[in-house]
């Protein structure tokens, strides 16, 4: 069983930026690939952000190219997501997620097995 804690979340003006965690518990979470996702008011939960577990494959969406930044760090069962240029679309609850494969990270969140309970950003204009 893993236990995903997200935190870093908070309030921040257009163009900031923000840093997520991750605190995994159980000593297999490190083998898992492991993604961000989000979910605005309304839409459904989307993938961010993905990266395997060796930290090799990494893949993002679109629409945060060039801005978040994903990293892991197995020796402290730790994801990270660090995020920069902030828009007020960014708005959203950012969930991480942890998939039991050796292969890339998967952008279907139904492909996962554990989640976590969430931390919300918002994003002033």
């Known amino acids: 069983q893993v236990q995903l804690v997200e935190s870093g979340g908070g309030l921040v003006q257009a163009g900031g930026s923000l840093r997520l965690s991750c605190a995994a518990s159980?000593?297999?979470?490190?083998?898992?690939?492991m993604g961000w996702f989000r979910q605005a008011p309304g839409k459904g939960r989307e993938f961010v952000a993905g990266?395997?577990?060796?930290?090799?494959?990494?893949s993002y969406a679109d629409f945060v190219k060039g801005r978040f930044t994903i990293s892991r760090d197995n020796a402290k069962n730790s994801l990270y997501l660090q995020m920069n240029s902030l828009k007020p679309e960014d708005t959203a609850n950012y969930y991480c997620?942890?998939?039991?494969?050796?292969?890339?990270?998967?952008?279907?969140?139904?492909?996962?097995?554990?989640w976590g309970q969430g931390t919300q950003v918002t994003v002033s204009s």
């Open positions: 990266i395997d577990w060796s930290g090799g494959r990494i």
């Open positions: 997620a942890a998939d039991r494969t050796f292969g890339a990270a998967s952008t279907a969140p139904s492909d996962y097995d554990y």
């Open positions: 159980g000593r297999t979470a490190s083998s898992y690939a």
